[in-house]
């Protein structure tokens, strides 16, 4: 998952989802502009997950990721385009304070269901 960093985007939005990422341990990398006013802020927190792009390199290089997180809807053209033809969904809506929903963003929904016939597995064979 990428958490792509725009100009604007406040430090308390961008703490809020790198936090959500760590507790669901979603691996998270952040790419910024290298004219971000919260650059050296998460550089000093987190210089391991960002990674400096500009816009161009982060749409060249969007098929690298499974999901893409922004703090806004605020985005160019050219992400949204990109998105729709690799079919990658981008979760768009400002972080929310409430873990529940917020940690929806981060985890895969999958479902393990069991058949059963009303008398039992329709697979098991009874012995003789």
């Known amino acids: 998952m990428v958490l792509r960093v725009q100009?604007?985007?406040k430090l308390s939005d961008i703490l809020m989802v790198v936090t959500a990422s760590e507790i669901a341990r979603t691996p998270l990398f952040i790419s910024?502009?290298?004219e971000n006013e919260n650059l050296n802020a998460l550089k000093m927190l987190f210089a391991d997950k960002i990674k400096t792009q500009s816009e161009e390199?982060?749409?060249q290089e969007m098929d690298k990721y499974e999901r893409v997180r922004t703090c806004s809807e605020k985005l160019s053209v050219k992400i949204y385009q990109k998105a729709a033809e690799l079919g990658k969904?981008?979760?768009?809506?400002?972080?929310?304070?409430?873990?529940r929903l917020e940690l929806l963003h981060y985890v895969k929904e999958?479902?393990?269901?069991?058949?059963?016939?009303?008398?039992g597995?329709?697979?098991?064979?009874?012995?003789?």
């Open 32 to 34: 910024i502009d290298a």
């Open 110 to 119: 999958q479902s393990v269901t069991f058949e059963y016939h009303r008398y």
């Open 89 to 99: 969904y981008i979760a768009t809506q400002t972080p929310l304070a409430e873990g």
């Open 57 to 59: 390199v982060f749409v």
């Open 7 to 9: 100009q604007g985007d």
């Open 121 to 128: 597995s329709i697979n098991e064979v009874p012995e003789i």
